[in-house]
């Protein structure tokens, strides 16, 4: 396994609306508990302070207020992930490249495993190399899924792992 990509491959962007998707209801699930706990934690301090009661209807309004930001901070993220961590095909391997710069190549001929990992709406094969327990995630959410499966196809060697899981 090296760590430097080929010069010669197609890069591909994982779907902005997938990723939105994901972000939005994660962030929902996430952080809705932890937002209601703080208006509640709010409100209770306010009360002591102000003596105006703490009532499920200013709960309500304090989450209402949070509720439209949710949306555009998850399109920033699924934007941000899409152009920043691409994947690259090429006649050599795989490369994919996480968020904070790290970048994973693995070839075709080392990749031992593959397996299928489906999270809310968003598919990824989870490819391990020889010799390492961790995996590359390979996303299969791609606005161009075609070309992408179509390019897989075309240069992993006949038997790989990974031409199992492209469905």
């Given at each position: 396994?090296?760590?430097?990509?080929?010069?010669?491959?197609?890069?591909?962007?994982?779907?902005?609306?997938?990723?939105?998707?994901?972000?939005?209801?994660?962030?929902?699930?996430i952080s809705l508990?932890?937002?209601?706990?703080?208006?509640?934690?709010?409100?209770?301090?306010?009360?002591?302070?102000?003596?105006?009661?703490?009532?499920?209807?200013?709960?309500?309004?304090?989450?209402?207020?949070?509720?439209?930001?949710?949306?555009?901070?998850?399109?920033?993220?699924?934007?941000?992930?899409?152009?920043?961590?691409?994947?690259?095909?090429?006649?050599?391997?795989?490369?994919?490249?996480?968020?904070?710069?790290?970048?994973?190549?693995?070839?075709?001929?080392?990749?031992?495993?593959?397996?299928?990992?489906?999270?809310?709406?968003?598919?990824?094969?989870?490819?391990?190399?020889?010799?390492?327990?961790?995996?590359i995630q390979v996303?299969?959410?791609?606005?161009?899924?075609?070309e992408f499966i179509?390019?897989?196809?075309?240069?992993?060697?006949?038997?790989?792992?990974?031409?199992?899981?492209?469905?």
């Amino acid at each position: 396994m090296t760590t430097s990509p080929p010069t010669e491959s197609q890069q591909f962007n994982s779907s902005v609306p997938g990723l939105f998707i994901f972000i939005l209801v994660v962030s929902f699930v996430i952080s809705l508990p932890v937002a209601y706990c703080t208006a509640v934690a709010i409100g209770s301090q306010s009360t002591r302070e102000t003596g105006v009661p703490f009532t499920p209807v200013r709960i309500l309004f304090a989450l209402a207020f949070m509720g439209p930001i949710y949306p555009i901070l998850s399109l920033i993220g699924a934007c941000l992930l899409s152009r920043f961590c691409p994947t690259t095909i090429s006649a050599d391997g795989v490369t994919t490249q996480s968020f904070t710069g790290g970048r994973r190549f693995v070839r075709w001929q080392d990749i031992t495993t593959a397996k299928t990992l489906r999270c809310l709406n968003l598919k990824w094969i989870l490819v391990y190399p020889a010799g390492e327990s961790k995996a590359i995630q390979v996303p299969l959410f791609q606005p161009r899924k075609t070309e992408f499966i179509h390019e897989i196809q075309r240069l992993a060697p006949p038997g790989n792992p990974i031409l199992n899981h492209l469905r």
